[in-house]
């Protein structure tokens, strides 16, 4: 049995193996040490690879290339539709988790999957695995794929790699890039002969081919030449570009993978001054723009010791070899990942209440406490959720369950645990118990069911684009809670002091609590200058009434204190 590492990646793919102490990558049959993601159908066949390439502008209806940026997303996804857009094969709504499908693939494939592991962290493994550095080292993994950017801050020391912080952008690589240039085609196409060519496949196809080729050839010359023969309507298409334009055209999309880093550095809590080493990964990188840009934001040379196209292959087929238990030098190595979302549960009728915040190193052992919303409720539903926004509706359900038998008490009187549990293959256990009663039910979330990182990288993005409207919407949620908590703390004094109050008064809060309780109950969704003024009109009309009663136990608790000491005396005495 030999354990390899395969980079499935949006444009190419590629295989390497850990052999002799070293990692090589595997050629596929035409001596390649990549391979094009491209799957094609024809009558007789099933073609992949160069050869489904090839054949792509003839037959673009039956030719899947950049699956990756498609499976496990919603189908609704905005980013999705625009991509579909580009696409000539057609696309339906059946996609399954993209973690689970790309085991399923392997599956299918006849492969054993034994372990799915983040992009970046693998080309960290393919950087420093043959490296003896002294003291610490904090490494930047920028990875600019065909179809995903991510940034990954790892920490290394001796054999052991820290994942301290993670970002990127789902929906920006190698393909963006493509498609700013068929834009341009296009248009140009357009203004020169007045025919429309984005709507046929066929062109489509030719097009995105030519402006790949354009693209890989302005990284090392000044200027690059199109010619399609006959590309519509027997018209054929000539054009020039200069790297100038190219850069121009794609100006804003370059600057944008700027973004992400300033998110890591933040979440690392590092500084632009503490990154010894930036390691570039994906053949985007090889753009002259992106490295000066990376320059110029670091002030620092960049890392050029591994090929970034094999990076990430290489180092899976490191992990592989961990995992599989090779008997060489390479067991040393400790692989600490993060969590890449924050995981919690739902409180307060909607609020996410973060038990483990995102980025916090595996395996992990958080506990919170939480109570019960419900007079004498007795059982508890515990929904476990992962994202970063304020209300749980914009993050994902990984699982439910239910904790029973609480003894019954007033509302926020149960203490109930929640733990959570990661462990370093990033499986979540979440376990909630009774503190009084001990009593305790628990729910295991294998991670083949969690997000993808195109899918994480989207709701970290989803997460600072509606960063206002969620701190808004935080405060509202706890302007209404603490209003429910008032109105039940009233009514459970009422309950407490029936002694205290005549019946025309114990009436009056009765009811009025109650009135109270089905206002908020009614008014779910307000806003919170409303659940404010609520509080201030319930604070005035119960005032009188609860200073009253607190003045009768402050003279009962005198009353009782005073007989206690005279209790006390009397006993005294009779011992003596």
């Given at each position: 049995m030999v354990a390899v590492g395969i980079d499935l990646g949006t444009t190419y793919s590629c295989v390497a193996v850990w052999q002799n102490n070293n990692v090589k990558v595997i050629v596929n049959e035409q001596g390649n040490r990549t391979t094009p993601s491209f799957v094609a159908f024809t009558h007789r066949e099933r073609v992949i690879g160069q050869a489904a390439k090839n054949q792509a502008a003839f037959n673009p209806k039956n030719t899947v290339f950049a699956a990756k940026r498609l499976i496990g997303r919603r189908y609704d996804d905005v980013g999705l539709q625009m991509d579909l857009?580009?696409?000539?094969?057609?696309?339906i709504n059946e996609n399954d988790a993209q973690r689970q499908a790309t085991r399923l693939a392997g599956s299918i494939a006849g492969l054993e999957v034994i372990r799915i592991i983040n992009e970046p962290t693998a080309a960290a493994l393919a950087f420093g695995y043959d490296k003896k550095f002294s003291g610490e080292r904090n490494v930047l993994i920028y990875d600019l794929g065909g179809g995903t950017f991510d940034v990954s801050i790892l920490t290394i020391s001796d054999s052991v790699y820290e994942v301290k912080a993670t970002a990127g952008n789902s929906r920006l690589g190698g393909e963006d890039f493509d498609n700013r240039l068929v834009a341009y085609f296009a248009e140009d196409f357009k203004n020169r002969y007045g025919k429309e060519v984005l709507r046929h496949g066929k062109c489509l196809k030719r097009l995105k081919s030519a402006a790949e080729k354009v693209k890989l050839s302005l990284t090392s010359a000044a200027e690059a030449t199109v010619h399609i023969e006959s590309l519509y309507d027997r018209i054929d298409y000539h054009n020039r570009i200069s790297r100038v334009?190219?850069?121009?055209?794609?100006?804003?999309?370059?600057?944008?993978?700027?973004?992400?880093?300033?998110?890591?550095l933040k979440d690392a809590r590092m500084l632009k001054r503490h990154i010894h080493n930036i390691v570039l990964v994906g053949g985007s990188t090889r753009i002259p723009k992106i490295k000066d840009l990376l320059k110029e934001f670091f002030n620092k040379d960049l890392t050029s010791s591994i090929n970034p196209e094999e990076a990430i292959a290489c180092g899976a087929a490191i992990q592989a070899a961990i995992l599989s238990?090779?008997?060489?030098?390479?067991?040393?190595?400790?692989?600490?990942?993060?969590?890449?979302?924050?995981?919690?549960?739902?409180?307060?009728?909607?609020?996410?209440?973060?038990v483990i915040e995102r980025?916090?190193?595996?395996?992990?052992?958080?506990?919170?406490e939480i109570t019960t919303l419900e007079d004498y409720q007795n059982c508890m539903t515990i929904e476990v959720f992962e994202g970063e926004r304020t209300l749980t509706k914009d993050n994902i359900l990984l699982g439910v369950f239910e904790l029973n038998d609480i003894p019954p008490a007033p509302r926020g009187v149960a203490k109930i645990d929640v733990i959570f549990d990661i462990d370093a293959n990033g499986i979540l256990k979440v376990s909630a118990r009774d503190k009084r009663t001990g009593n305790c039910e628990t729910i295991t979330i294998e991670n083949t069911h969690r997000l993808s990182n195109n899918d994480v990288s989207r709701m970290i993005a989803d997460a600072e684009k509606f960063r206002e409207e969620d701190i808004e919407n935080r405060k509202r949620l706890e302007v209404r809670n603490q209003l429910e908590t008032y109105i039940y703390g009233v009514k459970q004094t009422?309950?407490?002091?029936?002694?205290?109050?005549?019946?025309?008064?114990?009436?009056?809060?009765?009811?009025?609590?109650?009135?109270?309780?089905?206002?908020?109950?009614?008014?779910?969704?307000?806003?919170?200058?409303?659940?404010?003024?609520?509080?201030?009109?319930?604070?005035?009309?119960?005032?009188?009434?609860?200073?009253?009663?607190?003045?009768?136990?402050?003279?009962?608790?005198?009353?009782?204190?005073?007989?206690?000491?005279?209790?006390?005396?009397?006993?005294?005495?009779?011992?003596?």
């Open positions: 857009r580009l696409y000539p094969f057609k696309v334009l190219f850069e121009d055209l794609c100006s804003d999309l370059f600057e944008d993978t700027i973004k992400p880093i300033d998110k890591a238990g090779d008997i060489n030098e390479i067991n040393n190595l400790l692989l600490v990942d993060v969590v890449p979302l924050s995981l919690g549960v739902e409180t307060a009728r909607g609020m996410m209440f973060k980025n916090t190193p595996i395996p992990c052992r958080k506990v919170k009422v309950v407490d002091s029936l002694e205290s109050l005549s019946s025309d008064e114990c009436a009056f809060l009765i009811g009025e609590c109650k009135d109270a309780i089905a206002w908020v109950e009614e008014n779910m969704d307000c806003l919170r200058e409303e659940y404010e003024r609520k509080m201030s009109e319930l604070l005035r009309r119960w005032s009188a009434t609860i200073s009253k009663l607190n003045k009768r136990w402050r003279h009962r608790a005198k009353r009782q204190r005073s007989e206690n000491i005279e209790n006390e005396a009397t006993t005294i005495t009779e011992v003596d």
